[in-house]
């Protein structure tokens, strides 16, 4: 499972959804254009973690 890593931005927080380091990070501000496109993929991440967790 790759990790995600996403540099934040005025209108978009910091992710850092990392398996091997066991870390989930969601940090800054949380206003983008369009929330779905932003968080589906951290969603599916998730989901893919909770069927193989550490």
């Known amino acids: 499972m790759e ?32 929330s779905v496109e932003f968080y589906k993929p951290l969603v599916d991440w998730l989901d893919n973690y909770k069927e193989d967790p550490l």
């Open 3 to 34: 990790p995600i890593k996403i540099e934040g931005t005025p209108k978009t927080p910091t992710v850092k959804f990392d398996k091997s380091e066991g870390v989930f990070e969601i940090k800054g501000r949380s206003i983008p254009e369009n």
